[in-house]
């Protein structure tokens, strides 16, 4: 694995057969021909856990001459094994704006956490941020150090974002807060009662559904004399 220039660089090669420790990919874009490659496993685990998706590779094709500036857009994991099957690589232009999901990373001491007992609520783990792609950020960095009251909260507009990079959700949303102890315990209590209710709900279709309507006997007509 490489870095420059604030981009990774990742060694790839045309797909011919399928070989152990290789992972399949394709590389498709706006005005890019679609291109069937495979890549050293171990060597994408590491520039994924680094770049993750919203950070631009150059992608070195053998054969190639200029490296391809690409995208990680999405990943096919094996649901047994867990093991990255095949990976989609986005070329991007770079004189064009992308929009990709960038995790939020959350950093600091609440007070209202340390002193007062509160819950750390995070309401938005990741926001979709719009830029050029050679200027996408890996991750946005939170600080809840202003989170001092149960009132105190973050919200979108709040973020500290790198240059020329926009956020698309709204302003006025709610990154992360507080939660009081109280509120807490009563919306864990309220969460218990409503599953102990829908079980007893079923418990009681079920029953109904079992019980058989027995037939009547009935009474022999008495003789008559």
Do not use: C
Request: charged share 40%.
């Amino acid at each position: 694995m490489h870095y420059r220039n604030n981009m990774f660089e990742l060694k790839a090669k045309i797909r011919n057969k399928k070989e152990a420790g290789r992972i399949p990919a394709v590389v498709y874009g706006h005005k890019v021909k679609n291109v069937m490659l495979d890549l050293d496993e171990k060597e994408f685990i590491k520039i994924f856990k680094s770049a993750g998706e919203s950070s631009l590779i150059e992608l070195e094709v053998d054969g190639e001459k200029e490296k391809r500036p690409v995208l990680i857009h999405e990943l096919q994991v094996d649901p047994v094994t867990d093991k990255i099957i095949h990976i989609d690589f986005f070329q991007a232009s770079l004189k064009e704006e992308v929009e990709v999901k960038v995790p939020l990373i959350f950093e600091g001491v609440s007070l209202a956490v340390k002193d007062l007992g509160g819950t750390l609520v995070k309401s938005i783990s990741e926001v979709e941020v719009k830029a050029l792609p050679q200027n996408l950020p890996h991750e946005i960095k939170v600080s809840i150090d202003g989170l001092n009251t149960f009132e105190d909260r973050i919200l979108v507009k709040d973020l500290v974002l790198p240059k020329d990079v926009k956020i698309t959700a709204k302003p006025d949303e709610i990154v992360v807060s507080v939660a009081q102890p109280t509120k807490v315990e009563e919306e864990l209590a309220k969460e218990i009662e409503e599953k102990v209710e829908d079980v007893e709900k079923v418990e009681k279709e079920k029953k109904a559904d079992d019980i058989v309507d027995e037939p009547k006997e009935e009474k022999p007509a008495p003789e008559k004399k």
